[in-house]
């Protein structure tokens, strides 16, 4: 045991019960931002939420938007000390998965494992945070600690930037801390730095007024799903998923062959991660080639073709419409405006019939592999976890990241507790005590780190 081990395992000792009481209470209330018919429970969410942050001795307030509020609370301790801002999410993934051994908005408490939807993404990370943050400043630690708790983060944040604007309930702090993240393997912390971006297109070409008999006008009439076909062919290469709209790669920054390092060091592993996607195949075996192409290469997915006849048999007909579902996930540092630009030129030359509709653009993100703040993040985690992290990037989008990070150009740090087998947007979620224990140690050490770091 170390000094700080010692000093902080009575509190955490302590504070076990409470913790799973305001776990149950929060997994309970159904947050599903995606479906309407849930508004109430989001409400009853945001009540529930400044409640947790008083009752842990905070000051909390909800802050209204257009949509879904978000929750403000924390401690200010000083002017003159540091300010850092805690950012969690408390809305939850829809739980239909017919997988579910259990009704996914029933806390069950088995021995340390928590189980129920939003468990591990992110109400347990949040709770941890929390209590964390109230062993901080219990110690007297210099330093103001506030919480962001959005309730639209799974879907896109939209409202966040919102929030952010209302320039007397959120200050801008000194820096700010991220736990919703997953690590790669149990027992190796990691810590990304880096998130993809994403640029997610409809497109639709109509050529008739309805489907046509494809014996009396096959041949002479256009087929709108063959030519989106044709115009995904233009756009990527289906083998190696290479990307061929000209300019598409200019402003890509490929990882250094020391990220590359820190990547192979997180514990990943290629037949792991076939089996838990059900993959038969991939387009590559090489770990180094799989992992720079989720986290640090750009992608053009189609996600969907929809027209013609779908129903049993062969219809011969010429379909009148059809329409395209795809995406680009993009990296530092490509913006998102740039390529849909590109993309629109090399679709107005290629097919000029074609309508376009832009379903939602998040920019990729960079924060720093280096530096004080994520020096005493990796102190932080190895004093949580015995091990030093490693340094990873996600493939995915956190809106509220970039949101934060153009609002006010400071350091933003992820300190994720999940892990992979806690079914983070999978059936049968859950949380556990030893990453909620070891959790509050790292995330209690960076406090102090920051605290004695100054402003
Ligand atoms: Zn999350």
Known sequence: MTGRDRKMAPYIKAVRPGFEHMLAEMVELPSISMDPSRAADMRKTATLAVQVLKDAGAEARVIETSGYPVVEGGWTTGKHHPTILVYNHLDVQ???EPEWKQAPFVFRKDRGLYHGRGATDDKGPALTALLAARYAIEQGQPINIRFLWELEE???????????????????????????????????????YGLRGALGVRLSLKTGRADAHSGVTGGAARNPLTELCALVDDCVDARSGRVKIPGFYDDVVPPTKKEIESFLASGFQVERFKQTYGFRSLRTQDPAQVLRRIWASPTFEVHGLVGGYVGPGVKMIVPGYAELKVSMRLVPNQKPEQIFRLFKRFLAERNPDVHMEVEGMLQPFKGSFSGPYADAARRAMKTGFGKEPALIREGGSIGAVTTMQRAWHVPIIFMGLSLPEHGYHAPNEYFDWGQASGGMKALAAYFEELAKMGK
């Open 94 to 96: 829809p739980a239909q």
């Open 154 to 192: 799974e879907i896109g944040s939209p409202h966040f930037a919102e929030a952010l604007t209302q320039r007397t309930l959120v200050h801008k702090p000194d820096s700010v801390l991220v736990s919703d993240t997953i690590w790669i393997a149990k027992g190796r912390p990691a810590m990304p």
